[in-house]
């Protein structure tokens, strides 16, 4: 399904939901979370989660968790955590209170794991994970009750105490809940809920040899902090009937005050690039990207750095929308919504990519320059003397010797305006030895700054630095990273094949001298251009250091 930027959406499903369920009085106030696990930055996925969960919070004046699912301590770190609360912040959301963990609940977790084993619902399990996979049956067929599955209730708390203790070799046992092993789904084929791991924790450290598993964890956590409504994406439908087994049962002993009602949307896909961490991790340490910030990556970091403001990814996110369908969107719509938030913000400035020297001949004293705003309906953003000299560069480009027709721009013995000065007429072309144009003469309509020439019309206009005063900057340009639309998803092929060789191009660019006190982060139009931002990393014009980054072209430039 493809997403025309002009379909926002007005409601959603889960809003009806909230919306009825503060009618009838089913709650006052509603609570949801964002439960990112710490196994790697957010990606432009999260970010539709961020702005669904606070979104939903801030319009129904309710409560948003922050929650880190840390569960897996192999794969997670403190960096991550510290990365994805930047990001959520960075985006323009705060979490109540204080930051919270699964591993805030592990003790509780456990004294719940016991209550399990104490009801005849769980067991300790010696399969290995082969004899699991092959006791559990598949789609088609129903699985098989595992030998350790009549274990009684005191050889059981005896053995989940001993897999805490550090008794048993990692693997060797497991703690599984005792539900149906004939049921239609899976989920509820006698799930794991503890396994052994001897990993260090970043928070717990070396506490816990044995880790709750995350359906365990999740609804538990939920319902801990009184969560009203649990969204999560669609791959976890299947799991709602776990989700719902384990609480109901906790409720019912009083162990649990509140039930959350868990609700999937489907998950949101950006055409040729990836949203998953594992995979965007693979690209950050294969070297093929500089990092998890890399402006191509989908990450919330990367986007940041690449010049995306936070408005226009919000803005992305509300015309997604919320359903059930699939979601598979087109980067152009991820592109307009930025450009259509940089468009009234950022000042336009020149800005030559591409050089060709032009040489006024008769540039002279009494050639003035003007002033000229930095953006034509925002006046309040200023403006700045563009000063004209004797030798400018213009765009490459914006000459052509052999001119196709319609051709508006700078030929041999035509005219065109320079931008915010003179109409100047290309007299002579200066070639190197083998041929090259590598200078222009032109002289000055002295009588045109600011006014129509007399007699004719000169359409073109064309955009200019000039070459004395222009700053030097270090321009990163970058095109998609995949070279296929749905790069994880061609058969036989792993996804890093479709790297884009050209999706990063530097060059060296030609920028007014506004920029000289510019500071990171500041986006400027680079007129004629496109959207450009100052790196946040290595952009420093107090040491003279000017970089930028291509955030996004001033029309859309993915249509085939
Ligand atoms: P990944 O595969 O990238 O690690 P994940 O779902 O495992 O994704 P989590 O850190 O567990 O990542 O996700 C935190 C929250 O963000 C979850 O509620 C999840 O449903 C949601 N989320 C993750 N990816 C997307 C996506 N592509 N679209 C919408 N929501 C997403
Ligand atoms: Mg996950």
Request: proline share 4%; aromatic share 10%.
């Amino acid at each position: 399904m493809t997403i025309h930027s002009h379909e926002v959406e007005a409601s959603n499903f889960i809003k009806n939901i909230i919306e009825e369920d503060l009618k009838t009085g089913k709650h006052q106030v509603i609570i949801t979370r964002f439960p990112p696990e710490p196994n790697g930055y957010l990606h432009i996925g999260h970010a539709k989660s961020i702005c669904l969960n606070f979104g939903l919070a801030k319009e129904f004046d309710g409560i948003c968790n922050l929650r880190f699912d840390d569960t897996n301590p192999e794969k997670e770190t403190d960096e991550y955590v510290q990365s994805i609360k930047e990001s959520i912040k960075w985006l323009g959301f705060n979490w109540d209170g204080e930051v919270k963990y699964a591993s805030d609940y592990f003790d509780k977790l456990y004294e719940f794991a016991e209550f399990f084993i104490k009801q005849s619902l769980a067991y300790v399990c010696d399969l290995n994970a082969d004899e699991m996979r092959e006791y559990r049956g598949s789609l088609v067929t129903k699985g098989k009750d595992s030998p350790y599955r009549k274990r009684s209730v005191e050889e059981n708390l005896n053995l989940f105490k001993q897999m805490r203790e550090g008794e048993f070799a990692d693997g060797a046992k497991t703690l599984r809940l005792k539900i149906d092993m004939a049921s239609s789904n899976i989920n509820l084929r006698d799930p794991v809920i503890y396994r052994i791991k001897r990993a260090h924790h970043i928070r717990t450290g070396d506490k816990w040899c044995i880790y709750p598993m995350y359906d365990y964890t999740h609804c538990i956590s939920d319902a801990l902090e009184n969560i009203t409504h649990s969204c999560c994406t669609l791959e976890f439908a299947d799991h709602r009937p776990l989700y719902d087994w384990v609480i109901a049962h906790l409720v019912k002993a009083n162990l649990l005050t509140s039930h959350p009602r868990q609700i999937e949307f489907s998950r949101l896909e950006l055409q040729y690039t990836i949203t998953s961490k594992r995979k965007l991790n693979q690209l950050v340490t294969d070297n093929l990207v500089s990092g998890w910030d890399d402006p191509r990556m989908p990450t919330i970091s990367g986007m940041r750095r690449r010049g995306y403001n936070k408005e226009g990814v919000q803005l992305f996110a509300k015309r997604c929308g919320i359903s059930k369908s699939p979601n598979i969107v087109d980067v152009s719509l991820l592109e307009a919504s930025v450009r259509e938030e940089l468009e009234n913000k950022a000042p336009r400035i020149m800005a030559v990519l591409n050089p060709l020297k032009v040489v006024l001949t008769n540039f002279d004293e009494y050639t003035a320059s003007r002033s000229a705003g930095f953006h034509p309906q925002h006046a309040q953003l200023g403006e700045r003397l563009v000063e004209l000299t004797r030798e400018i560069y213009i765009e490459r480009d914006d000459f052509m010797l052999d001119p196709i027709s319609g051709w508006q721009r700078l030929t041999a013995n035509s005219e065109v305006r320079l931008r915010h000065s003179y109409v100047i007429k290309c007299d002579e072309l200066i070639k190197d030895a083998t041929g090259n144009i590598v200078e222009l003469r032109c002289s000055i309509d002295k009588n045109t700054l600011g006014k129509n020439p007399e007699g004719r019309k000169v359409k073109g206009v064309i955009h200019w630095v000039s070459v004395t005063n222009a700053i030097e900057a270090q321009v990163r340009l970058y095109d998609r990273l995949f070279t296929e639309a749905e790069p994880d998803r061609v058969n036989g092929k792993d996804f890093k094949e479709f790297i884009n060789p050209h999706s990063l191009t530097i060059v060296k660019g030609y920028i007014e001298p506004v920029i000289i006190s510019s500071n990171a982060e500041d986006c400027y139009q680079f007129e004629r251009l496109g959207y450009f931002v100052a790196d946040r990393c290595d952009h420093d014009s107090s040491s003279n250091k000017y970089v930028f980054n291509k955030t996004v072209g001033l029309k859309d430039t993915w249509k085939k």
